[in-house]
């Protein structure tokens, strides 16, 4: 059961300082004045739960399309649709719908946080009242999320960390990313200080201090990395600041161990996946049949983004395993037999389907990744049928899937699944890879060593023992000076993919490593997706424009709307 499941889903309005009464002559029963709103603590508890409430919107069908790379494409990609056919090609416009909302739905949370945290700081109690700098924490966990989401998407934005009171404080303009990075690390060290750990007892839909260190170590790579300046050119701090940056991600990881509650999840710890009876499955597998199936686990899932609808309709619709599955064919039944069988899944993405050769044979987690089957419906025997897929070009993600979700559905197309944010596993190998930079890579390896473990991989300690286990890796154009360092990060380069594909960082992990356009080219150029005469289904590479592809555009409504933007919008847009 989803322990956000009954969560009060709150209208943006409510959640504005810009009063309702021009708008209406009677106060409706769910109008609050600001006073009112603060007075109660059940108001208050409410109002950080509308924060959370943003999350589903954007976490939801966007994020699938925004976090497409070198492992994954949309199907059709060559039909523009001015949406997430568009992002997965690098043919995006500035009037794309899905990064106009998702821009909408960023500036929404962010507004939302800053509401609350500016209104429970301003409580009379709040000094004394340990709950309520809780949630104060709590609030300034979820700014920093959506404000990273701003830096990594659009780059320089407008922004601010106090409430819209009037129309002329809602456009501002463009803010350096280091001041909103230093920003978001002052949440995130106020967030870890104000939150507790998490326990056996704790939801990975709530966040925790785990939360807080694990989204500070990501923000902190990601800042010692390249980023698109507004001048059209890709760069990087100064190596004495990223040397700072990474000691700052390792004294993070210490923290980790020092608590050592966190772990990476086996059958061993006690958390039902929900085929207990199944004891062939590897504990990678595992794992993501736990978040299919619904069951919460705090030990290795840090923060979840939490999807459920009572209907199938109203709430948070979640797409998690229909549209980046494995297909299953829409049951031809009755309405009265929704209980009895599995939903469909569209299937709209497609996997690169190189990955699944990458893999040595016994790692278990390339056929988590990899899905080479789906399900037709047989009206013959009144059921789905599993059928393997032998066109490599319809091999699908495969962590989340239809048949590892309890029996039944209340709309075909609609899942309750869970999207896991930050894991454990990214924890380790985000501090192997700080260590690896400040020079320590025997500590890198071990760490890597811990995450391929779980996976029945074969423990290795240099690259070329990395490679005689996994012989058919590409040979990259990129990482090989020669060094012990280089040769950890070619390493790090598939072991994260392995790992945490679809996950949402394998995009985001190429840009600070400086070598998205390559990696797409590269794989456009040996995927056998392309070699069906001039059908180019995975075209990534053939579009991507380094300079450019790096950001998403600032949406047009909003480069005419603001005019302190000056009707500039991001490099070669």
Not at 115 to 131: C, H
Not at 195 to 203: H, I, N, V
Not at 475 to 490: H, V
Request: charge should be negative; hydrophobic fraction near 35%; aromatic fraction near 14%.
């Amino acid at each position: 059961m989803k322990y956000l499941k009954n969560i009060v889903v709150l209208m943006a309005g409510c959640m504005s300082l810009v009063s309702c009464e021009d708008k209406l002559t009677e106060k409706p029963n769910s109008y609050y004045t600001e006073d009112e709103f603060f007075s109660d603590p059940d108001n208050v508890e409410m109002g950080i739960l509308g924060i959370y409430n943003v999350l589903p919107s954007l976490y939801g069908d966007y994020a699938m399309a925004f976090f497409a790379s070198d492992d994954t494409w949309y199907a059709s990609t060559g039909n523009s649709d001015s949406g997430r056919r568009d992002i997965s090609a690098y043919t995006i416009t500035t009037s794309n719908r899905y990064v106009e909302n998702a821009w909408t739905y960023t500036y929404q949370g962010l507004e939302r946080a800053n509401y609350m945290i500016a209104g429970i700081e301003a409580m009379d109690e709040y000094e004394s009242n340990e709950n309520l700098h809780e949630l104060v924490a709590e609030a300034k966990f979820l700014r920093a999320l959506f404000s990273f989401n701003l830096v990594l998407y659009w780059g320089d934005v407008p922004y601010k960390t106090t409430p819209t009171n009037s129309y002329e404080e809602a456009y501002l303009p463009r803010t350096s990313r280091e001041d909103i990075y230093d920003q978001i690390i002052e949440d995130l060290t106020d967030a870890e200080e104000g939150m507790d750990w998490a326990t056996s007892s704790s939801s990975p839909e709530r966040a925790t201090q785990a939360s807080a260190r694990a989204l500070k170590m990501r923000v902190l790579l990601q800042r010692a990395g390249y980023s698109l300046q507004m001048d059209g050119t890709l760069q990087r701090p100064e190596d004495n600041l990223r040397q700072e940056y990474f000691t700052a991600v390792t004294e993070e990881w210490e923290a980790f161990e020092a608590n050592g509650y966190h772990e990476l999840y086996t059958t061993d710890n006690g958390v039902s996946n929900g085929f207990d009876d199944d004891h062939t499955i590897g504990n990678y597998e595992a794992l993501f049949r736990t978040f299919s199936y619904g069951t919460l686990n705090s030990r290795e899932s840090l923060f979840e983004v939490a999807f459920y609808t009572v209907d199938g309709s109203t709430g948070a619709r979640g797409y998690w395993g229909t549209y980046n599955g494995p297909r299953v064919d829409a049951p031809g039944i009755n309405t009265t037999e929704t209980s009895d069988f599995m939903g469909r899944a569209n299937a709209m993405y497609r996997v690169v389907p190189e990955w699944r050769d990458f893999f040595e044979e016994g790692d278990n987690r390339r056929d988590v990744m990899v899905c080479t089957y789906n399900y037709t419906w047989d009206s013959d025997v009144y059921n789905h049928v599993k059928e393997e897929v032998t066109d490599v070009r319809s091999w699908y993600p495969g962590k989340w899937r239809r048949e590892w979700m309890p029996i039944g559905y209340k709309e075909p197309n609609i899942t309750d699944v869970n999207y896991c944010m930050l894991r454990y596993a990214d924890v380790v190998l985000m501090a192997a890879e700080a260590y690896n930079e400040l020079g320590e890579t025997s500590t890198a390896w071990t760490l890597l060593n811990r995450v391929r473990e779980r996976a029945q991989a074969t423990q290795v300690n240099s690259l070329q023992e990395y490679r005689n286990c996994q012989p058919n890796l590409l040979e990259l154009p990129f990482f090989n000076g020669g060094t012990a360092q280089d040769d950890f990060r070619a390493a790090l380069y598939w072991e994260r993919a392995f790992e945490l594909a679809f996950e949402g960082m394998r995009k985001y992990d190429l840009i600070r490593w400086g070598i998205l356009e390559e990696a797409l080219v590269m794989t456009g150029n040996n995927t056998h997706a392309n070699t069906a005469g001039t059908n180019r289904p995975y075209v990534a590479g053939d579009n991507f424009q380094t300079g450019k592809h790096e950001l998403f555009p600032i949406p047009l409504d909003e480069i005419q709307a603001n005019p302190l933007l000056e009707n500039k919008n991001n490099p070669n847009y």
